[in-house]
């Protein structure tokens, strides 16, 4: 079957490639939601799925935000936490699924969930992960997301509110971040310039992402990370 997984029976679900979308629930700035990461996770992780005839699991919402945690509504479990959770997700779902692809909306998940992948292929499970990025954007709450969640849910985007953070590229802000997190670089939140967000910009990059899980799905060569 290809779908999700939430909404079938048992019998429809054993062989099926499962897709978890993992994202987070942190502070996106003044005008992104919090969930911001795990809908583009779902997103990618459910087109993909129709294409390639997959099954989506229900999303990892709460996960490695610790860097977020100077706003409010910024909940994270931490990477101890985030690794116990994937790998007993990779567990668990490996008993009756061929194969798991974890799809990562939030790039503070990195290393943890390529050392559980890592950990989960060590035991003998065929199971990868896929990054949900396009080449050159930005690093936080900036174009690139409120691109792609003006093609989502234009309603859920305070385009009122969008303001430029630091824009700073990244590395030259990593001593900071990891001193006093991201309050301490941008009182807003925002990494990079919302700026010029449209949503046929955002349309065109979720269709890149789609179309790279699709193929990685297809052609099934994970690197020796795990990387899909």
Same mark, same amino acid.
């Given at each position: ?8 029976? /048992? @019998? +429809?679900?054993? &062989?099926? !490639? ?5 994202? #987070? ?11 911001? $990461? ?24 709460? !996960? ?7 706003? @409010? ?18 567990? #668990?779902?490996?008993? *009756? ?14 290393? %943890? ?9 060590? +035991?003998?499970? $065929?199971?990868? *992960?896929?990054?949900? &990025?396009?080449?050159? &954007?930005?690093?936080? =709450?900036?174009? #690139? ?7 989502? $849910?234009?309603? #859920?985007?305070?385009? $009122? ?5 630091? %824009? ?10 990891? =001193? &006093? ?13 919302? %700026?010029?967000? %449209? ?20 052609? /099934?060569? @994970? ?6």
């Amino acid at each position: 079957m290809t779908g999700e997984l939430g909404g079938a029976v /048992w @019998p +429809e679900v054993g &062989g099926a !490639t499962l897709l978890v979308p993992v994202g #987070s629930t942190e502070q996106h700035g003044p005008h992104l939601p919090l969930d911001t $990461d795990t809908r583009i996770a779902v997103a990618v992780a459910s087109r993909a799925a129709a294409a390639a005839g997959a099954v989506v699991t229900p999303p990892v919402g709460f !996960t490695a935000s610790g860097e977020h945690e100077g706003f @409010p509504g910024t909940i994270s479990i931490g990477h101890d936490a985030l690794a116990a959770v994937l790998v007993e997700i990779g567990r #668990s779902a490996c008993r *009756w699924a061929p194969r798991l692809v974890f799809v990562n909306g939030h790039g503070g998940n990195l290393p %943890t969930l390529p050392s559980a992948v890592r950990r989960l292929r060590d +035991e003998g499970r $065929d199971v990868a *992960w896929f990054v949900c &990025g396009v080449p050159g &954007g930005d690093a936080h =709450a900036g174009r #690139s997301e409120t691109s792609i969640l003006l093609a989502l $849910d234009p309603g #859920s985007v305070r385009l $009122d509110r969008a303001e430029a953070g630091a %824009t700073a590229p990244l590395p030259e802000l990593l001593d900071a971040l990891r =001193a &006093g997190g991201v309050v301490a670089v941008s009182p807003s939140g925002v990494l990079g310039d919302p %700026t010029g967000a %449209t949503a046929e910009e955002g349309g065109a990059m979720l269709a890149a992402m789609t179309s790279a899980l699709v193929a990685g799905l297809r052609l /099934w060569a @994970p690197g020796r990370d795990g990387r899909l």
